[in-house]
């Protein structure tokens, strides 16, 4: 692995978000003197947040699995999760509905979500479930510590036994191909390749590799922080603040001050001069190759991940039939997928996501009332360059109409707190206007996506969703974590560790057992 040569003694991280973040407590973890320096008044990046009459919505991800990894990343600085993060489990992880009006519980729980595929489709397809829930940790194990944990330098490196043993597997073929091997019932081929939607994949055009995601979701399990998924940046960037990490919060950088190949201070908007010997770039790639001096070549141009948007909600009612996330699936599948990923159109029969978070949390709003929170896949703006500030409230309402129906409830008894639309997330700086950066293509997973360590400068390292290992809150913080490795080498005690179900590194013998 190559690292970053000379002192290190003083770093800069550009960005608290959870990759920036990350990367801050592993540098303290290992001695060094790190300033984290935000654009905004507080940390988060894309875990964002917005209160409104008493409500406190999260304006980015819901979606939380495999905390070991975050308990991990505490714990470089001797803080504990149990401490700064106390969370649950959800159990069931979600409720799946279908087109068809059949309602089904995922649990990470084997015996649990064995069962209730028995009862939803029979024994045959509860014994295929096993079979594939088995291949899930084979692959997971597999994958995690050389291809998805691991700072690798060139695609040649890969090469060797566990690459074939990833061919073997089955991991090269087309991700809905190799579900249906074991599954035969369409529904539950669902709940094991829609996570491919937030890829920027269809099932049927990604490989079995990306199959990892549903591991997290079916193994590892679905989980909640008390307070909402803002309580995840609080609770690191307070572990970082106590470990001796400084913030400069609402503090632009606009330059680097480099000496030869080197990086030896930002500059700031107000005209700061901030001295360092490394720098962690962990904002989004546009941002963080404008710094270095323009993007490296690539033979292909990058593509971005489809976007969504967003609709919270404040509802009096607890919207029977529901529970914390609810997976609604349309009738359509391939052809939805098509819409969204290659037919650059709105999804005429949408799958969408519907989160209560007050059904774990009640402080997340006024006493007896509800929060609500609607995710609606679209495409990003280079794909469909519509005007989302005209099309976003009209947009907003049919969904909300086609939510209503398929859960059997009146349209009218929720009131839009507010809504998110591509054009947000360009406001935000996000490329395409998509909160999912690159699209998890073959030619953008792995070595093959944009590297974390520039050839333009010495003692620079990237960090975030647009460099390795990608999208997601545990990649993000994995990400963190690899560009510290770039700048201070793998620590000894973490070497030839792999990720357990809830992503807390064990030894390999140990991994993905229950």
Do not use: K
Not at 32 to 38: D, L, Q, S
Not at 240 to 256: C, H, M, N, P, Q
Not at 352 to 370: E, H, I, K
Not at 474 to 502: F, H, K, N, Y
Request: charged fraction near 20%; include cysteine; proline fraction near 7%.
């Amino acid at each position: 692995m190559r690292t970053v040569g000379g002192s290190t003694d003083r770093i800069v991280v550009i960005g608290a978000g959870l990759s920036g973040l990350s990367a801050a407590l592993h540098l303290a973890g290992q001695g060094r003197e790190v300033i984290v320096v935000e654009r905004c008044d507080g940390p988060g990046g894309r875990v964002g947040r917005r209160d409104v009459g008493g409500y406190l919505t999260d304006t980015g991800p819901s979606w939380l699995t495999m905390p070991g990894i975050i308990e991990d990343t505490l714990a470089t600085v001797g803080a504990s999760m149990d401490d700064r993060l106390p969370m649950v489990r959800l159990d069931p992880a979600y409720r799946a509905h279908f087109a068809d009006g059949t309602v089904l519980d995922v649990h990470a729980d084997e015996d649990a979500m064995a069962e209730e595929i028995r009862i939803f489709a029979g024994p045959r397809e509860e014994a295929a479930f096993r079979r594939l829930r088995h291949w899930l940790v084979q692959l997971y194990e597999a994958e995690f510590e050389r291809f998805i944990a691991a700072n690798v330098d060139s695609p040649l490196r890969m090469l060797g036994p566990r690459l074939a043993h990833l061919t073997l597997m089955g991991g090269f073929i087309r991700w809905d191909r190799l579900v249906a091997r074991y599954i035969r019932d369409e529904r539950l081929q669902r709940i094991f390749t829609y996570p491919t939607l937030f890829g920027g994949l269809a099932p049927h055009r990604a490989l079995a590799i990306y199959a990892v995601v549903a591991y997290m979701d079916i193994v590892g399990g679905v989980f909640f922080p008390y307070g909402g998924m803002r309580a995840l940046p609080d609770a690191l960037a307070g572990a970082a603040a106590d470990a001796g990490v400084s913030f400069r919060y609402a503090t632009t950088v606009v330059s680097l001050e480099r000496r030869g190949g080197r990086v030896v201070a930002v500059r700031t908007e107000e005209g700061e001069r901030i001295a360092c010997d490394a720098i962690v770039i962990s904002c989004e790639l546009p941002t963080a190759y404008r710094l270095l001096g323009g993007p490296p070549h690539r033979v292909l141009s990058l593509r971005p991940a489809s976007s969504v948007i967003t609709l919270h909600m404040a509802a009096a009612s607890t919207w029977a039939g529901t529970l914390h996330h609810n997976l609604l699936f349309g009738q359509a599948w391939e052809s939805g997928y098509d819409d969204l990923t290659s037919g650059r159109r709105l999804m005429r029969d949408p799958s969408l996501l519907l989160t209560r978070p007050t059904a774990t949390d009640r402080s997340l709003a006024p006493p007896g009332l509800q929060l609500l929170s609607l995710l609606v896949p679209v495409p990003n703006l280079v794909d469909l360059p519509v005007d989302w500030n005209d099309l976003g409230p009209e947009y907003a309402r049919r969904m909300l109409d086609i939510v209503a129906g398929r859960l059997g409830v009146a349209p009218s008894t929720v009131d839009l707190l507010h809504l998110t639309t591509p054009a947000d997330w360009q406001g935000q700086g996000l490329v395409a206007g998509t909160p999912f950066s690159l699209a998890h293509s073959l030619p953008q997973t792995g070595p093959f996506r944009p590297a974390n360590l520039p050839r333009s400068a010495d003692n620079a390292v990237l960090a975030g969703c647009g460099t390795v290992p990608g999208v997601g809150v545990p990649a993000a913080l994995l990400s963190g974590r690899l560009a510290a490795d770039r700048i201070t080498g793998v620590p000894r005690g973490r070497r030839g560790l792999i990720a357990g179900p809830r992503g807390r590194l064990v030894a390999p013998s140990a991994g993905g057992r229950r």
